[in-house]
């Protein structure tokens, strides 16, 4: 196996949610977290502040040797909006899961040298 999957450079995908609130935010990562191994979240117990909420919460998932478990719907109050940025096979795998669990319009695509981002409304289905 080459150092690039080894130090999951290639599988790794930042996944960053925007205009939602926490109960939003956490739907949409606990879709992925059922399929990928979570690496890092950038917020920590927002749920629990009692200022105004953040715009953009950030997580990062490896997509390598993911479970693919079935994925339900999730329910979402409002559109979310989501940037995808990695890889490019990671991020189209991210892609699909998220399309197993909500209705996916795609907004924008924007393909680097190594790396491709993504944006996309969510919202139930």
Known sequence: MSDVYDLHIDTDVTVQLSDCGWEDAKA??????????????????PQAATGPSPTVWTATFDTAGGEHRKTSPAPLSAMVGVTLTGGYHAVDEVEKVLAAGFDVQSRHTVSGDQEKEARLLLASR
């Open 28 to 45: 949409v990562f606990d879709v992925l977290d059922a399929t990928y191994r979570l690496e890092d979240v950038a917020t920590s117990g």
